[in-house]
Each structure stands twice: as structure tokens, then as C-alpha cells.
T-cell receptor, first 112, second 112 residues
Framework: DADVTQTPRNRITKTGKRIMLECSQT?????MYWYRQDPGLGLRLIYY???????NKGEISDGYSVSRQAQAKFSLSLESAIPNQTALYFC???????????FGEGSWLTVV | KNQVEQSPQSLIILEGKNCTLQ??????????LRWYKQDTGRGPVSLTI?????NTKSNGRYTATLDADTKQSSLHITASQLSDSASYIC???????????FGAGTRLTVKP
């Protein structure tokens, strides 16, 4: 089984719809992240969480929200999806020292 | 302007040849520098991690170098294989390791 599992792997949704991307990890790590990857750009941080009670905005948090339901689960929501949120989304996890980041397989989201 | 610039954007080489990918960065304070390999449609996987005091780090046929004075890093791939075809991403960690800046990546294609 993968260390970091994302669902769904692919989703097409309509403008204005709410969509949730889910992430779970088996590494036992405290830190979890959501990133967005667009062609020609580096991964950009949307939100991160250092533990269940800790949620922090990243570089591009507008239009997104997150929920840390448990140490192993971190979900990303688009409250009202818009076309420029079409991208590849990655969940990641790391230990307390952040020495190695483990990424999920990615979730392709298309907003039409 | 991206604070982590990678070059070239893309590179095609023949199997068995060596190649070197470049990463220049302007961000500070510098904590560590990582190189990741990202296969198409997959999440990035860590290759090397270096602190500012390290000049070189190897992982099999991959060797990363770092010059913290000039803020440059390189990733050298020796005796390339078809499986090396992927994007290679340079990542700079700032301060407490949760703030990372990603390069856009170099897309490497190894042809037989």
C-alpha cells in the first residue's frame, strides 16, 4: 500500500460545484501538506498542518479550505470550483523535522 | 519571478550518456536543498537532501552539488537509463522546513 493515498485520482467537475480531495497517510507523521502543480510552474503550497489542531495557510490558499480530521487524514475542499483551479493536486507528509517529504500520487482536477 | 530557477527546461539525451541539470536560487534564509524525481503522473520522490554545509551528496548514479555562496546546485546523472526519463525538481527549504520553494523542474528524456 502507498504511504500517502489520495482520492479521487481524477475528477471533472463543473464551475460552482463543491469538491473535496481526500488524503490519508500511513507514515505516522504529524505534518501534512496540500500542493498544487501547474504546467511550467513549481509546486505551490495551498495549506499545511503540523498536527490535528494546527492549520496554516500557504502561498495560494484563496478559494480553498482544509480539514485535518485525524493525524492520518487531511482533506482539501474547493467551496465553489472555478476553471483556473484546474490543476494537479498533491498531498504530502513529513516527520517533525521535515527532512523528507513523501508525496501522494496526485489528483487531477478539471473544472469545466 | 520564480525564486528557484532550473535549467534547461527540457533535455533529451541518449541512453548511457551523462547529463547535468542546474538549479539557481535567490531565496533565504537557506535551510536545505533537495532534488526530487517526478515520473509522469506520479508524485515526486526524494533523491538527495543537502544542508548549506554540504557540497556534494550522491545517491547511486545521481550526484548533487551545492555552492551556497553562489546559490547554485546541480544534479549530475551518470550512465543514463531509460527509466531516468522524468522531471527533476529542485526544492529549497527555508527556516523551519515547512516553507519550501519549488523549481518548475527539468524534463529529461532518455532515448535508446
Amino acid at each position: 500500500d502507498a504511504d500517502v493515498t489520495q482520492t479521487p485520482r481524477n475528477r471533472i467537475t463543473k464551475t460552482g460545484k463543491r469538491i473535496m480531495l481526500e488524503c490519508s497517510q500511513t507514515k505516522g507523521h504529524d505534518r501534512m501538506y496540500w500542493y498544487r502543480q501547474d504546467p511550467g510552474l513549481g509546486l505551490r503550497l495551498i495549506y499545511y498542518s503540523f498536527d490535528v489542531k494546527d492549520i496554516n495557510k500557504g502561498e495560494i490558499s484563496d478559494g480553498y479550505s482544509v480539514s485535518r480530521q485525524a493525524q492520518a487524514k487531511f482533506s482539501l475542499s474547493l467551496e465553489s470550483a472555478i476553471p483556473n483551479q484546474t490543476a494537479l493536486y498533491f498531498c504530502a507528509t513529513s516527520d517533525t523535522w521535515g527532512n523528507t517529504i513523501y508525496f501522494g500520487e496526485g489528483s487531477w482536477l478539471t473544472v469545466v | 519571478k520564480n525564486q528557484v530557477e532550473q535549467s534547461p527546461q527540457s533535455l533529451i539525451i541518449l541512453e548511457g550518456k551523462n547529463c547535468t541539470l542546474q538549479c539557481n536560487y535567490t531565496v533565504s534564509p537557506f535551510s536545505n536543498l533537495r532534488w526530487y524525481k517526478q515520473d509522469t503522473g506520479r508524485g515526486p520522490v526524494s533523491l538527495t537532501i543537502m544542508t548549506f554545509s554540504e557540497n556534494t551528496k550522491s545517491n547511486g548514479r545521481y550526484t548533487a552539488t551545492l555552492d551556497a555562496d553562489t546559490k547554485q546546485s546541480s544534479l549530475h546523472i551518470t550512465a543514463s537509463q531509460l527509466s531516468d526519463s522524468a522531471s527533476y525538481i529542485c526544492v529549497i527549504s527555508l527556516g523551519n522546513n515547512n516553507d519550501m520553494r519549488f523549481g518548475a523542474g527539468t524534463r529529461l528524456t532518455v532515448k535508446p
